[in-house]
Nanobody, 120 residues
Framework: QVQLVESGGGLVQPGGSLRLSCAVS????????MGWYRQAPGKQRELVAT??????ANYADSVEDRFTISRDNAKSVYLQMSSLKPEDTGVYYC???????????????WGEGTQVTVSS
């Protein structure tokens, strides 16, 4: 089975920084896209950033120039967050679009989420 586990969330003051990590485990043929989404109370889940297997990154306008998505291998993805604002508060979810076995269709997998709270 495929598992995604996030870590690194917590409480931080406005203007501070946090680094989120996501580890993917299990037997996987290929990961094509990894990313981070977030959800604030009473709001829909929204895209934060994605990164391809080739290292090309995409960001939501609200986090451009403040967040950086990266990877250190084919099964790990990170989100470096700086200049944090109260509006960044929410549960952050790791996502991976992957093929488990050769011949299978690409499918999305999700982590359980990690809480990020930006407050004075």
């Amino acid at each position: 089975q495929v598992q995604l586990v996030e870590s690194g969330g917590g409480l931080v003051q406005p203007g501070g920084s946090l680094r989120l990590s996501c580890a993917v485990s299990g037997s996987i043929f290929s990961i094509y896209l990894m990313g981070w989404y977030r959800q604030a109370p009473g709001k829909q889940r929204e895209l934060v950033a994605t990164i391809t297997s080739g290292g090309s990154a995409n960001y939501a306008d609200s986090v451009e120039d403040r967040f950086t998505i990266s990877r250190d291998n084919a099964k790990s993805v990170y989100l470096q967050m700086s200049s944090l604002k109260p509006e960044d508060t929410g549960v952050y979810y790791c996502n991976a679009n992957l093929i488990r076995r050769i011949g299978d269709r690409r499918r999305d997998y999700w982590g359980e989420g990690t809480q990020v709270t930006v407050s004075s």
